[in-house]
T-cell receptor, first 108, second 114 residues
Framework: EDQVTQSPEALRLQEGESSSLNCSYTVSGLRGLFWYRQDPGKGPEFLFTLYSAGEEKEKERLKATLTKKESFLHITAPKPEDSATYLCAVQDDYKLSFGAGTTVTVRA | GAGVSQSPSNKVTEKGKDVELRCDPISGHTALYWYRQSLGQGLEFLIYFQGNSAPDKSGLPSDRFSAERTGGSVSTLTIQRTQQEDSAVYLC????????????FGPGTRLTVL
């Protein structure tokens, strides 16, 4: 059974204070690792898909990286609008198996 | 273009009643998924539709849950004889294909069973 563990559960940052979120996973055959952002009361918003170890993707202040056992989401110089819950999910066929998420709060 | 839409956004029902939740996927997306997000738990897969193939119902928690997809587009998730443990946010997602393609989520339906 696929397993996804995210850490930390919560992260409080000062505006401009860069940090990283971790997603550790076990999956029989990785078809993709997905990062989503979820704001309160809304559905998850797609950010990135990573397919193979060594791959990196960037979007504004976010950068996702992938190894054979984990993925990192780096937040560079965060702003208050980056506050959200970040979800990691793995796909070994078509369905996604999600981690519990990391809730990021960025203070001005 | 329009994203995934779901209705209603909120549903409050009494224990034992039946409810229907609707999902309109992104136009052209052949794959459609239902997930459930309960307080304190992660997103949980429920069911998957791909084109005209038989759906994967392996995530449905009980036989009170069923779903259909008409004409390869709109989907309805039905919960019969609702129980309090069914209270959750029900999320629908669609994608261009199945494996390896990004899934785009709707805003969800928050179901509260009293």
């Amino acid at each position: 059974e696929d397993q996804v563990t995210q850490s930390p559960e919560a992260l409080r940052l000062q505006e401009g204070e860069s940090s990283s979120l971790n997603c550790s996973y076990t999956v029989s055959g990785l078809r993709g690792l997905f990062w989503y952002r979820q704001d309160p009361g809304k559905g998850p918003e797609f950010l990135f898909t990573l397919y193979s170890a060594g791959e990196e993707k960037e979007k504004e202040r976010l950068k996702a990286t992938l190894t054979k056992k984990e993925s990192f989401l780096h937040i560079t110089a965060p702003k208050p609008e980056d506050s959200a819950t970040y979800l990691c999910a793995v796909q070994d066929d078509y369905k996604l198996s999600f981690g519990a998420g990391t809730t990021v709060t960025v203070r001005a | 273009g329009a994203g995934v839409s779901q209705s209603p956004s909120n549903k409050v029902t009494e224990k034992g009643k039946d409810v229907e939740l609707r999902c309109d996927p992104i136009s052209g997306h052949t794959a459609l998924y239902w997930y459930r997000q309960s307080l304190g738990q992660g997103l949980e897969f429920l069911i998957y539709f791909q084109g005209n193939s038989a759906p994967d119902k392996s995530g449905l928690p009980s036989d009170r849950f069923s779903a259909e997809r008409t004409g390869g587009s709109v989907s309805t998730l039905t919960i019969q004889r609702t129980q309090q443990e069914d209270s959750a946010v029900y999320l629908c997602a669609s994608s261009l294909g199945g494996s390896g393609t990004g899934q785009f989520f709707g805003p969800g339906t928050r179901l509260t069973v009293l």
